[in-house]
Every structure is written in C-alpha cells, then in structure tokens.
C-alpha cells in the first residue's frame, strides 16, 4: 500500500529519493497518517499540513545535525514517521507507546520537547548561538504557526534573534488557523500579505528567483525586499532584521524544497513565510479543522459521527453552562480564553454574549493581566484556562493580581492528570503554585453540582479566587440550575468511621470513599485548599489515629502540606499520611491506568493506607 514509504527509514534514505517522487511520497504519508491517527486518536489536522514541508525540511537540510525545531509540536507525526518512527504511531499517545509530541529522549531528530507553545525561535536561537560559539555551520530551524506566533515569547525571540547574526531560519507555517479561528491584529496583517494581485505578482516573481538562482545572494532578496516595501505594508520581520522570504504555497513541493535548499545557503536570520491548510487532502478536516485538532479514535471514511454522548456532562460543559447562567444574572461578567475556547466549554457563551467575549490568542500572561485591568475598573472577569497554561501566567497573577486582591475568577480545566497529551499537558502542580500565593481562595470540584457551586463562590468572592476541576465528565449527577455559593472556607463530612480519617480533595473525594470502606474509614470532602477547613482538620485529629490526605496533584506542596502546616501550627502530632502525586512528570496513556500507577485510585490509596497502618503496629 505504502510502496514509497516502505523504503523509507531515515533521513538519508528520503534524501536518496529523486524530487520528482517526493509528491508521491507525501500522498502515501497523508494516506498512513489517516490510517493511523483514526485508530488511536490525537492531532490530525496540523499533521494533515505539514507534510509537504516536512517532507521538505528532511530532504533539504542535513537532519539531526542540522536542527529541525518544532512549536507546540503537535504536528510532527510525519516527522516521527520519517525519523524511524513509523512503527511506533500504532501506540501514539498510549502508555509506554511513543509521545503525541517531540521529546529528546526519544529521539536524536527530537531536538527540544515541546507541548506548550512559542517556545521554538527562542530554542532554536539558543541552539543557532552555540553552533556559532562552537564554530559549526550547522543549520537551526524554528517551525512555527501562525496561532503560536501571537504568544508573546515569540516576539521576545524575534527580538533578540533579529540582531543575531546567527544561522537560524523561521519558518512561519501560516494555515490562518489557531485551534479555532486565529485573533488579532498579526492575524489580520497576516492575510494582508497575501491578498491583492499587486502583491501576488511580486510574489511570483519571488519564487521564480528562488528556484533559477541557486545560491540566492542576498542581494538577490534585498531587491526582492525593496520591491516587496513598496506594496507591502510594512514588512514587520523584516524591520525586525530578518530577511523576509514569501508566502510560499507550502504544499508545493517543487518550490518548497529548492527554496530551502537555497536559504540553507544564506548566513544570518532568515524568514520564510508559507501557507498551508489545516487538514489539507482530508476534505472533511479541511472543513472543519476545529472538529479534526484533537481527535479520538474515529472511522476516517465516514468522519468523525456526533451525537453518540456518554450522557454524562464534562466539567468543561458545566463550566460552559454556568458561565452563561452567570452571564444573564450579571452583565458585568466578561469571559476570556487564551486560544481555547472551544476546549474551555466558551463556545456558547460566546454566541450569546459575543460583545464580552474575549479571546486573547495564545497569551496567558496577557490574559491575566488583562483581566487585572478589567476587575480594576468595575468589571467581573473570568478567565477560563487550563492548569498547565496557567503556569505560562505565574507573574501575572502574583503581581498584577494576587498582591492588589483584584476580583479575578480563574475557572482551571484540566486539573490532574489529562492522560494522551502527557507530561507537558497534566495539570499537576496547580493546588501547589496557587495555594502559596497571599490572598488566593483555591477550591477544587469533586462533583458537577460542587464544581457549579464552587464557580459561584470564586465569583462571589471579592478577590483573586480559583476553582480547579478534572478534564472530562463526572459521576453524571442531575446538575441544579441555582447560583448558589458554599460558605468559604468550609469542607464536609462525607462519611463518618473510626480510627482513620481521609481528607480528600477535589476529584479524590469518590476513590476515597471507596478505599474508606475497606476499613469502615472517616471521610471528609474539603473542598477548599485554601482557606483550609481548620476546625473540621482539628476536629478529625482529635478523633482519629490516623489522618491521610489525597489529592490529585503533586504531593510536594500541594493540599496535604497545607493540611501538615495545619497540624504543626497546633502542636498536634497526630500521625499524617499523605498521598498525592509523585515527584516524577508522568507521561501519556490512559488517565485511569496513569492514577492507579501513581497509587491514587480507591486500591492505591486503600492499598498505602494499609502499609501504614501495618507500620504503626
Ligand atoms: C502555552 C500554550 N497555550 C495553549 C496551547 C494550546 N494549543 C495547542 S496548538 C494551539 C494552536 C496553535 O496554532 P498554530 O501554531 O497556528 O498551529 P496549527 O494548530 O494551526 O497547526 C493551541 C492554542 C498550547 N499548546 N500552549
Ligand atoms: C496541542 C495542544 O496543546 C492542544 O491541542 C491540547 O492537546 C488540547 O487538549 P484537550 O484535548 O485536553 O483539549
Ligand atoms: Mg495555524
């Protein structure tokens, strides 16, 4: 089926093709990537547009000793595949199986891990600084999208790296696509470059240029340049001190190659620009390259089939519905997401309510810091985001909003583990970066009806307050309409026991419950990390002999060291047992295999439970 790429293990073998093969090449890649990505799930769309210039990339430049730098890095399966990987997409993303995205200790062709995105030219501009340092020609190259190009660390990168003088090419792979539609003002200058015919025919002559004249001088693209300024507006990489290249119709691999054949060529910093289309040659994911991002398994000659629902509702959709509820009652209340929008349940919220709608693009620290000066002035925001993303954001909310106690609601999806996307993506740390910063009141859901509560407090509450919940759905109770808040500070028993009492937190609180009946246990729901529940802490030491704590975060500063703080402030030396996380990142695979690995499921908790009772004996 695959008669091309079958031959095709490494690099060099790919480098061995002729180039009139190579198209030939990319059609059996798309059809593999299809094959493979319906059975196992993951990123198809950004793959779908990135063969050609995967394809290209390996064949012009001399991998892995040149450095191929990839942003976000979820489309690189085909690079994966032309790096000796093949075999491995039947376990993408599963446990022990390889990485939805680059990683170093997977590969010498992985030359920095990544997962979050923006990173890439500021990497590539350290690699490109110590090939210099150490007087090597090697070539570095940054890939980056035009979503991940709005995040902020991209434009410090380019800064620095404009006034270089260092080999590094930027390759800006512009699909006019974010995971939903792209925001903002680059955006918007974005597709001004390539629009009108004046412009277009320039372009043309670019490419003619490009492909006639190996070596291009740079004289060459100075004259281009110049032609370029004059119907242009304003070349930004260019008055950032790259020599600009493009668009370039990036799946046009008889252009694409020679032109980077070409700027291998060229010294100092170089930019090319290219389009492509997300899901390119998948009409359905060319349609709707929202639905096909991230995708689960799937029957790729049908598409992906709606309607089929477990019934029960995500977190993420609770949080959807409650932030439209909270919308009508409150016409102060503005929503912001830094580019997920639809992975933070704010699609109907932003149909309904558009005028306070606000996505900010991939800009975490922005979006806080935004929020900062809306809650200043009388506004209520709430800004929706992902645990692991928060942490981009960690300055903001010490500094702009924690230390003046600024209303800011922080609504945390993806708290704990998240299961395909790995270490780069788990929501792991949150209850331990947030519970040490002054004036944050941190909750964490243990059910949807307690989530919708929690959100209504941390909106109540007249300061910083955060509310952190799993990704996916719960035990699918009936979920009530009212918006109503718990008192703060306030856990609640769940089940009365001797001798052992477990504390537990957040989406902990149903395997405790059951770990707690192997030994008739006390359990307490705590809901609130902080301001901890003191008198229910104190009033559970002093009935029991035992106290664990369980929590879905890592164990080192997280819930079970404020529980520890606790004891320790009222000379209580009751023995504490606590359970969290281990100090280790934990990959992909399954989210219930990853818990059960890391003890945190009803038998690993029973289980450790167990081992200190028999200790204390
Ligand atoms: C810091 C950070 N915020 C958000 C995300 C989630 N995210 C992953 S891919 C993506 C869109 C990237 O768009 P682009 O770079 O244009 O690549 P494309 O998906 O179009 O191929 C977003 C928002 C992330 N990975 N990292
Ligand atoms: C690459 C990336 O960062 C996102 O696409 C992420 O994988 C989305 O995760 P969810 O599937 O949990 O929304
Ligand atoms: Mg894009």
Not at 31 to 47: Q, R
Not at 120 to 144: D, F, H, P, Y
């Amino acid at each position: 089926m695959y008669p091309l790429l079958d031959t095709i293990h490494s690099p060099l073998e790919l480098r061995a093709l002729p180039p009139e093969s190579l198209t030939a090449l990319a059609e059996e890649l798309r059809e593999f990537l299809l094959e493979t990505v319906s059975k196992t799930g993951g990123h198809l769309s950004s793959n779908l547009g990135t063969v050609e210039l995967t394809i290209a990339l390996h064949y012009a430049f001399d991998t892995p000793e040149d450095r191929l730098v990839w942003d976000v890095g979820h489309q690189t399966y085909v690079h994966k595949i032309l790096t000796g990987r093949r075999e491995g997409m039947a376990r993408l993303r599963m446990k022990d199986g390889i990485s939805g995205f680059p990683r170093r200790c997977e590969s010498e062709f992985d030359t920095f891990g990544v997962g979050h995105s923006s990173t890439s030219i500021s990497a590539a501009l350290g690699m490109a600084v110590a090939a210099k340092q150490q007087g090597s020609n090697r070539r570095t190259v940054a890939i980056i999208g035009d979503g991940a190009m709005s995040g902020g660390q991209a434009f410090e990168a380019l800064n620095n790296a404009g006034v270089s003088d260092t080999n590094l090419l930027v390759i800006l792979n512009d699909n006019d696509m974010s995971i939903s539609a792209p925001v903002g003002a680059l955006n918007r200058y974005l597709a001004r470059m390539f629009t009108g015919d004046s412009f277009n025919a320039v372009r043309h002559a670019g490419q003619k240029l490009l492909k006639n004249v190996p070596p291009l001088y740079r004289f060459a693209s100075r004259f281009e340049e110049h032609v370029k300024g004059m119907f242009v507006p304003g070349t930004l990489f260019e008055e950032l001190g790259f020599n600009y290249l493009g668009p370039l119709d990036g799946h046009d691999l008889e252009s694409l190659v020679p032109t980077l054949q070409n700027l291998r060529k060229l010294d100092g910093p170089q930019f090319l620009h290219i389009i492509t289309k997300k899901g390119q040659g998948y009409k359905l994911a060319e349609d709707d390259p929202v639905l096909y991002h991230g995708v689960s398994k799937f029957d790729a000659s049908n598409g992906i089939e709606g309607g089929k629902s477990s019934g029960k509702k995500t977190y993420t959709q609770i949080f959807g519905d409650w932030l439209c509820d909270m919308a009508a009652a409150d016409e102060r209340l503005i929503g912001i997401t830094p580019a997920m929008g639809e992975g933070s349940g704010l699609m109907r919220f932003a149909e309904q309510y558009p005028q306070r709608y606000f996505d900010v693009g991939i800009a975490e620290q922005h979006a806080l810091t935004f929020a900062a000066g809306l809650a200043c002035d009388g506004m209520k925001p709430v800004v929706a985001i992902y645990s692991t993303f928060l942490q981009r954001a960690y300055d903001q909310l010490i500094h702009d909003i924690a230390l003046q106690n600024l209303p800011v609601m922080l609504a945390i999806d993806r708290g704990g583990l998240v299961g395909a996307d790995g270490a780069t993506h788990n929501g792991a740390f949150d209850l331990s970066y947030l519970t040490c910063i002054p004036n944050m009141v941190v909750m964490a859901a243990s059910d949807e009806n307690e989530c919708r509560a929690m959100l209504t407090t941390a909106y109540q509450h007249n300061g910083p307050a955060a509310v952190r919940y799993p990704r996916g759905s719960g035990s699918g109770a009936a979920v009530v309409q009212a918006l109503t808040a718990l008192p703060l500070g306030r856990g609640e028993l769940r089940r009365e026991g001797k001798n052992v009492a477990i504390l537990a937190f957040g989406a902990m609180v149903s395997p405790a419950l059951k770990a707690a009946e192997e030994f008739n246990a006390t359990v307490a729901n705590m809901r609130f990390v902080k301001p901890l529940d003191r008198e229910l802490v104190m009033d559970l030491a002093r009935r029991h002999s035992l106290l664990v704590t369980v929590e879905e975060n890592a164990l080192i500063g997280g819930a079970g060291s404020e529980v520890a703080r606790c004891l320790e402030e009222n000379g209580c030396a009751v023995p504490l047992l606590r359970i969290g996380l281990p100090d280790r990142f934990i990959d992909h695979g399954d989210p219930a295999l990853l818990l059960a690995d890391s003890g945190l499921d009803a038998a690993g908790i029973a289980r450790q439970i167990k081992d200190r009772l028999a200790k204390a004996e």
